[in-house]
């Protein structure tokens, strides 16, 4: 294309898509195909090769000509064994969490209706609420990332949203909000309230077995955090009447075949998931320990497979996420953002190689 014709599709392009997209900038995906990745809350084990072959049968057994079946009757019961969702409860299914959450602003939001969560937490929220014309209210945790009740309350009165978010444990602070919280926002929502558990395998407690009989939620479910993030797969559990409204914006097939069948596969050995989750947790704490006893970092409690730790020591947390990078470590930082994570790094939970090496580096970068 010559200059002159790309200048014409430039001046289609702004003309034509809408003014607040041109101005996004698009969601930003890290990717790195060497060294040590802590950077998107993946599982760090993979799936032995029993589970693999297991996987490689059942795809080879999946004909891809025709389109998925209507319903994913095997995959609803398999789904709700595996992680208690309560037989009164309604399911659908996601290509990923995100999805799910798009399908719930479209359903329930006109455009200018309001979507609400607490700031920080997971930029999709945020993002899906602008895609659908939604309008995006944020409410400040408290400085040390504690869930703020009273100023909850106060914007729900204020504002009236149509749909409140809550993430439970938060991304990507790792906090869990105490359940009488909830209670509360629960109590003053005139809306649906997402309870998004897209790191419950890595807390104690959890929503789900509420998820039929509470008037007002949902809950939220991912398996990408657990070890399947390449998989795309969410679901989400509520009482039938909300459950079907929401199914009505879903994409035909937007659970395809082979994810269908690998599902099916991994969740006969759901043992393995559950182990790698258990040995993942269990390390978090001595993570932790090592994290904040070096100098000038600060690291906030988790329920999660991730911390959030504060650098600031001489060396804040940008040039920190830099110097790892140099030395092929990623963990998430947090640069254009909000003020409230400035000098913040995320890192995710790894191996204890990787742990070891994560430490070893910031002694080095930080001495
Ligand atoms: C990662 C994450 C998700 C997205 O999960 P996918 O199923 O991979 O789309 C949803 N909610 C929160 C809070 C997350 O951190």
Redesign the pocket.
Known sequence: MDAAAAASVARRVAATVRPDIRALSAYAVGHADDGIKLDA?ENPYGLPDQVREAIAAAARATPLNRYPAARHDALETAVRAAFGVPDAAALLFGN???EL?SLVIQACCAPGDVVLSPVPS?V?FDLSARFHHARFIGVPLTPDFGFDLPAMLAAIRTHRPKVVFL?VPN?PTGGRWPDEAIEAVLAAAPGLVVI?E??QPFADGTWMPRAATLENAVVLR?L??IGL?GL?F?YLAGAPAWIAEIDKLRPPYNVDVLTEAVMLAVLRHKDVLDEQARRLRASRDDLARDLAALPGVTVYPSSANFLLARFSGKMGGNAVHQALKTRKIRVRNFPGGEAALADCLRISLGTPDEHAALIAALRDILA
Request: net charge neutral.
């Open positions: 809350m990923g969490s995100d959450i997971f999709m993430a991304n998004d897209a790191y991912t990408s955090k993030a795309r969410g």
